[in-house]
């Protein structure tokens, strides 16, 4: 087995978390960003940082895709939650914690 690589990528102001062996990236959005505006064809996030909500946005996301790669996302998430936030233990959800009644996906 190898070892998962991530890398990130700043584009257009927002970084990008891209995972070696993963056609899907995720890019990362202020919950306040003006330039976000959700995308019904993907997969949407929800990481509760220290101060802030952050939107982690797929890109190449597809309904039959391999599910190791959502698992990938989810591994991406919590390695940029680690090193980039200096938060271990980044909660993900996957509806907007915004929004009443939303369900917690882990820790």
């Known amino acids: 087995m190898y070892p998962i690589r991530y890398h990130l990528i700043r584009k257009l ?7 070696s062996g993963n056609p899907v990236y995720l890019t990362v959005y202020p919950a306040g ?5 959700p ?11 220290k101060e802030q909500l952050l939107i982690f946005e797929s890109t190449g ?7 190791f790669y959502l698992q990938g996302l989810h591994a991406a ?9 200096n938060m ?8 907007d914690p915004r929004r009443k009644g939303q369900d917690k996906l882990k820790n």
């Not at 102001?13 to 995972?19: E, L, T």
């Not at 995308?39 to 940082?49: A, R, S």
């Not at 271990?88 to 509806?95: G, M, Q, S």
């Open 33 to 37: 960003s003006h330039a976000y505006y």
């Open 39 to 49: 995308n019904p064809k993907e997969k949407q996030f929800y990481g509760e940082d």
């Open 88 to 95: 271990p233990d980044i909660r993900i959800r996957l509806t």
């Open 77 to 85: 998430i919590k390695w940029y939650g680690r090193t980039q936030l």
């Open 13 to 19: 102001g927002f970084d990008q978390i891209h995972q």
């Open 61 to 67: 996301y597809k309904p039959l895709l391999n599910p």
